[in-house]
């Protein structure tokens, strides 16, 4: 079974660029999550889908990141314009339904440098 | 909040050692789940427990779960170098996996 892919693995940018994380679930998966990782701390959830359809983005920044899931299956993840502190490891994570009763799988992240 | 908060936040030991790890959550929980974090793996399932089992086991990992008290605990039994991650526990409530920040361990050879 194939994993969660996730690219680019690193990407440096200048503030105020934009930036464009991909991530593609594991086949069948209805649940996508997005994570934000800082340094030192635990993945904090940015968005999570169910199918095409958001379950939960109260802690995105929706003034600069913006989130969108393709016919249910692949996801891309925006930031624009970037911040210093959005210097972060971005997860992507599926699971088969919800965190009810299932484990979520994790890609291996994103690490992104603002300078 | 329906994250849980693991203890302690470090662990050190030594090889062969076991190493215990508590968390406690505030919500009702179906489920909880522990999680481990390693720069090689990333971040991987480690163990499920639902709200209706006690204890449940897993390898050398021993999960305990406690709804009066709302708390878990997860046992490494000799532990071994490659054990060296954090660890978190998820306590879903409401169709969410909310992380805390872990209890970071640390096994020396």
């Known amino acids: 079974e194939a994993g969660v892919a996730q690219s680019p693995r690193y990407k440096i940018i200048e503030k105020r660029q934009s930036v464009a994380f991909w991530c593609n679930p594991i086949s069948g998966h209805a649940t996508l999550y997005w994570y934000q990782q800082i340094l030192g701390q635990g993945p904090k959830l940015l968005i999570q889908?169910?199918?095409?359809?958001?379950?939960?983005d109260s802690q995105l920044p929706k003034d600069r990141f913006s989130a969108e899931r393709l016919k249910g299956v692949d996801s891309t993840l925006k930031i624009q314009p970037a911040k210093l502190e959005d210097s972060a490891v971005y997860l992507c994570?599926?699971?088969?339904?919800?965190?009810?009763?299932?484990?979520?799988?994790f890609g291996q992240g994103t690490r992104l440098t603002v300078v | 909040s329906q994250q849980g908060e693991e203890d302690p936040q470090a662990l050190s030991i030594q090889e062969g050692e076991n190493a215990t790890m508590n968390c406690s959550y505030k919500?009702?929980?179906?489920?909880l789940q522990w999680y481990r974090q390693n720069s090689g793996r990333g971040l991987v399932h480690l163990i499920l427990?639902?709200?209706?089992?006690r204890e449940k086991h897993s390898g050398r990992l021993r999960v305990t779960l406690d709804t009066s008290k709302k708390s878990s605990s997860l046992l490494i039994t000799a532990s071994r170098a490659a054990d060296t991650a954090s660890y978190f526990c998820v306590g879903p409530g409401f169709q969410k996996l909310v992380f805390g920040t872990g209890t970071r361990l640390l096994v020396s050879p």
């Open positions: 427990i639902r709200s209706n089992e």
């Open positions: 994570a599926s699971s088969y339904w919800d965190s009810l009763n299932t484990e979520a799988f």
């Open positions: 889908f169910q199918n095409n359809g958001v379950v939960d």
């Open positions: 919500t009702s929980i179906n489920n």
